[in-house]
């Protein structure tokens, strides 16, 4: 079932579509085309390379810039029941995880960083756990990753964060 909220998620990230799409492309060296819904829905994946890789896209909005920079969020449960992006991670869905800041007029995505998710799941009960926050309509909560904590090969690229 697809529900409002979805749809203004969905929207929201799909505004960015051409761009991520240009920066992975260069990045990865293959084409690449928007996933379907389904695949979105069931299998943690907005966008498909050529050969198969499945990226899950997360872009937040640039209010959130200042405080949460450098982390990245998860969602971690919903109001309504149904699977969240970590169950789906952790479920072994999804390559890459291409996740950023959209500058303030909401038109581009200022900065970002690519994440492997093998590696993420590989180490995932190694991690420092995440911080739960509950989200400000508070329809669902969050898992909030240190990028700073994050082992070696978990962060592949990025165009601004440098570990500390």
Known sequence: ???DLYIAQRTQADNHNAQIIAVLQ???GVS???ASVEDDMRHNTDLITADERR????????????AYNRQFTIRHSNASGVE??????????GDLLFYGFEN????????????????????????????IKQNEDRN????AFS?????PGIMLHSNWYRSP
């Open 26 to 28: 260069k990045w990865l």
């Open 55 to 66: 990226i899950a896209c997360r872009v937040r909005l640039k209010k959130y810039w200042r």
């Open 140 to 143: 669902n909560s969050l898992a």
């Open 104 to 131: 303030e007029a909401g038109n581009v995505v200022e900065n970002w960083v690519i994440i492997d998710l093998h590696k993420f799941r590989e180490l995932y009960d190694k991690l420092l756990p995440p911080v």
């Open 84 to 93: 969240t992006e970590l169950d789906k991670i952790r479920k072994g869905y």
């Open 32 to 34: 690449i085309k928007v």
């Open 147 to 151: 990028l700073d904590a994050m082992p």
């Open 1 to 3: 079932m697809i529900d």
